[in-house]
Nanobody
Framework: QVQLVESGGGLVQPGGSLRLSCAAS????????MGWYRQAPGKQRELVAT???????YYGDSVRGRFTISRDNAKNTVYLQMNSLKPEDTAVYYC?????????WGQGTQVTVSS
C-alpha cells in the first residue's frame, strides 16, 4: 500500500520560510518522479515542483527562484524548501509520486502566509 505523508506546513509571515517534507512508503522510491502541487481555495491544483530520481528538478513559474525541491532516496523523503513566501502562496500543498500512468497523492498540508 502506497503512503505519502506530508509534514511541515503552518502559518508564516510574508517573507518567511517553511520546509515541507513528504515521507513515502510502499513504492520503490528512487524510480519515481516526486512532486509538490498546491491548491488554493476556489482554484485548480497547480504544479509547484517536480524532481526525478536522479535529481533533475522543474519548477512552476510562480515559485521558480524562491522554492527548492530536493530528495533523499535513502530516506524515501522529498522536501520543499520555501523562501520569500508571499500571501499568494497560501494553499494546501500535496505530495505526489509518479511513474508512467501510476500516480499517488498525499493527504496535503496547509500553508498559510499572513501577517
Amino acid at each position: 500500500q502506497v503512503q505519502l505523508v506530508e509534514s511541515g506546513g503552518g502559518l508564516v509571515q510574508p517573507g518567511g520560510s517553511l520546509r515541507l517534507s513528504c515521507a513515502a512508503s510502499g513504492i520503490i522510491f528512487g524510480i519515481y518522479v516526486m512532486g509538490w502541487y498546491r491548491q488554493a481555495p476556489g482554484k485548480q491544483r497547480e504544479l509547484v515542483a517536480t524532481i526525478t530520481g536522479a535529481g533533475s528538478a522543474y519548477y512552476g513559474d510562480s515559485v521558480r527562484g524562491r522554492f527548492t525541491i530536493s530528495r533523499d532516496n535513502a530516506k524515501n523523503t522529498v522536501y520543499l524548501q520555501m523562501n520569500s513566501l508571499k500571501p499568494e502562496d497560501t494553499a494546501v500543498y500535496y505530495c505526489n509520486s509518479r511513474r508512467g500512468p501510476t500516480t499517488n497523492w498525499g493527504q496535503g498540508t496547509q500553508v498559510t502566509v499572513s501577517s
